[in-house]
C-alpha cells in the first residue's frame, strides 16, 4: 500500500489499534480490521471506532472462524463497518475497495 502512495499504520492487535485512534482520529481515513481476532474482536473494534469518530471509513475482512466468514461478515454491518472481504480475495479487489472510499473521502480525487 505504501508503494502506492497510500500512507498505512500497522497494529498487531485490536486493542493496539483503538489507542492510536484515540490518539488521533483525525489521521485516519479508513481502518481494516480483522473479525476474528485475540483480545478484543472485530465488532467491538467496529464498535468503539465509529463511536469514536464516525466519519471514518471500516472494512471488514473476514476468513471465518468456528462459524462462516459469510456470517461473521453480515453481522460486522450493524455495527458500522461500511464495506467487507471475505478471505482469501485479491489484491486487485482489496485495491478497488480502498480506492472507492478514497475517491468518497476526496470528494473525486486521489
Same mark, same amino acid.
Given at each position: ?6 500512507? +498505512? ?5 485490536a +486493542? ?14 479508513? +481502518?481494516?480490521? !480483522?473479525l ?6 472485530g ?13 471514518i471509513? &471500516? ?7 468456528? &462459524? ?11 455495527? %458500522?463497518? !461500511? ?12 485495491l478497488? &475497495? &480502498? ?7 476526496? %470528494? %473525486?480525487?486521489?
Open positions: 500500500m505504501t508503494k502506492l502512495g497510500y500512507q +498505512v499504520t500497522g497494529k498487531t492487535s +486493542v493496539e489499534a483503538l489507542a492510536t485512534v484515540i490518539q488521533s482520529p483525525a489521521a485516519f481515513d479508513l +481502518v481494516i480490521t !480483522d476474528t481476532m485475540p483480545e478484543k474482536e465488532i467491538e473494534t467496529i464498535m468503539e471506532i465509529k463511536k469514536l469518530h464516525s466519519a471509513k &471500516i472494512l471488514a475482512i473476514s476468513g471465518g472462524g468456528e &462459524i462462516s466468514p459469510a456470517f461473521y461478515l453480515k453481522c460486522a454491518d450493524a455495527p %458500522g463497518a !461500511d464495506a467487507s472481504l471475505q478471505k482469501p480475495f485479491t489484491r486487485g479487489t482489496l478497488q &475497495i &480502498i480506492n472507492t472510499f478514497v475517491t468518497r473521502i476526496n %470528494g %473525486g480525487m486521489r
